[in-house]
Each structure stands twice: as structure tokens, then as C-alpha cells.
């Protein structure tokens, strides 16, 4: 029974080190990635009569959803220039929580993907890229896939906002909230999206919420919590992915 290739892109080394815990021991190899980018492999056997095998690969990305997409783009490429495409695209680490949706330490599975920020602001409000007739502001995630990962992880599944400028006022938390009904606020997802639609590769987004998306106060900050559940969902979502469906997911 052929493995299970997942790609997951994180943002920073201690999101990725959370996921990859959760996954299973590392491997000291790295995957081909770009020159520069962290990564680690993590292989699984496939415990159990039907359980799938799983290779996951690791990348610390960078910040924002130009460096999640170079980065996405450039692993996925030499994948599949080696004859090994990845299955699955998973973009993933702690976020902003929409209240009262996402509470602090709970996990967002994202039924799609919104470049909120991404259009013109005019004196009748925001306009999205889309409605000014360039490209798109959504990807929708692999459907029967991220359901099933949302059940078995116990998360919310709602929207996931990819920003360039996280929110820092009440107002514009709440324009965002009513505007996609979205449960969570990330830098990534959205890139990383960018780059599986163009090679045609299923995607998922996964957050643990680590704070309220709103006025920035650090004290009300819980990041050890959230990554502490970005280590338990990547372990439940191991079991899903071994006992679950098999490729493809799109």
C-alpha cells in the first residue's frame, strides 16, 4: 500500500516542530525544498490491517502568503521533478480566533480560503480583487476531506482568512467576521492555496487559536496552549489520513 505524501507549510519552526511531534518521529533527511528553507520528514508505517502509510514533509515557509506560496510552489515542484507529487497540501499553525466561534486553544479546519485584504478600498467600502474583475479571493479545501478531518478533530469548520495586516481593532474584527462568517485569521493559507490549485494538488488549512482577532493584547495571548493543540490535532489527524478514504482527495 503506497504512502500517503503530504506537504505541510507552516510559518515558523515551532508550528512546524508542534505538527510534526504530532505526526510522529522526524526524520534527520530533509525533503528536496528550496535552498534555505527548514525542513524535516516524518514516516509512518502503516500500523493496523488497511492503515495507510504516511510520509509527511515539513517546511518552515516564512511569514505572509507570498513566501507560503514561493515556498509551497518551489516543494511541489521538485516533487513531482522526482516523480513523487505530493497528495495532499496543508497549510498550518496558530491563528487569530473569531469570538465567539473560535475560543482561545480550539482548532479551525477551513471548508475554504479568503484573501481578505486582497482588492481596493473605496469610499463605499472594501472591494474585493475578484469583484474588480482580476483572479480570485477564494480557494474552497478538498470538501469531503476537510469535513471528515473537522469531525474527527472536533474542530470548528468554517472559513479561515488569509491577511497581510493582522486586525488590530474591534471594528475591523467585526467587518471581517460578518463579511466571510469566518472562524479564524492566519498570514498563509492563502498562498500556500495559490500554489496547489496551479499544480492541481488538494489543500487543507489547520489552526489552533492562540489569541482573539481584535485589539492586540499580549497578555491575553495563549501560544504554548495553542501549539500544544497543534501537537494533539496533527496526531488525531495521522489517524484520519491512515484510516480514512485514500488518495486522491481533490
Not at 500500500?1 to 522526524?26: I, K, N
Not at 473605496?122 to 478538498?142: K, M, N, R, Y
Request: aromatic residues 4%.
Amino acid at each position: 500500500m503506497s504512502a500517503v505524501r503530504l506537504l505541510v507549510v507552516t510559518a515558523v519552526a515551532a508550528e512546524r516542530d508542534a505538527a510534526a511531534r504530532g505526526l510522529g518521529p522526524a526524520d534527520p533527511v530533509p525533503p528536496p525544498v528550496p535552498p534555505g528553507r527548514d525542513a524535516v520528514r516524518v514516516t509512518t508505517g502503516g500500523e493496523g490491517l488497511g492503515h495507510r502509510p504516511i510520509r509527511a514533509d515539513l517546511v518552515v515557509g516564512g511569514v505572509g502568503p507570498a513566501a507560503s506560496a514561493a515556498t509551497t510552489a518551489a516543494a511541489l515542484t521538485a516533487a513531482t521533478a522526482l516523480g513523487e507529487p505530493y497528495d495532499l497540501v496543508i497549510s498550518t499553525g496558530i491563528a487569530g480566533g473569531f469570538a465567539p466561534v473560535a475560543a482561545l486553544g480550539s482548532v479551525v479546519v477551513a471548508d475554504r480560503i479568503v484573501a481578505a485584504d486582497l482588492g481596493a478600498d473605496t469610499p463605499d467600502g472594501f472591494v474585493p480583487v475578484d469583484a474588480l474583475g482580476f483572479g480570485t479571493t477564494e480557494h474552497v479545501c478538498a470538501p469531503h476531506l476537510a469535513a471528515a478531518v473537522a469531525r474527527g478533530l472536533g474542530a470548528v469548520h468554517a472559513p479561515v482568512l488569509t491577511v497581510s495586516t493582522v486586525t488590530g481593532t474591534a471594528e475591523r474584527a467585526t467587518a471581517l467576521r460578518k463579511r466571510h462568517q469566518a472562524a479564524a485569521e492566519a498570514m498563509e493559507g492563502f498562498g500556500a492555496a495559490e500554489a496547489a490549485a496551479a499544480h492541481g494538488t488538494p489543500f487543507l488549512e489547520i489552526r489552533t487559536v492562540s489569541n482573539a482577532v481584535g485589539p492586540r493584547d499580549r497578555s491575553a495571548w495563549r501560544i504554548p496552549e495553542a501549539l500544544a493543540a497543534l501537537h494533539d490535532a496533527f496526531a488525531v489527524l495521522h489517524s484520519v489520513l491512515t484510516r480514512g478514504a485514500p488518495p486522491p482527495y481533490g
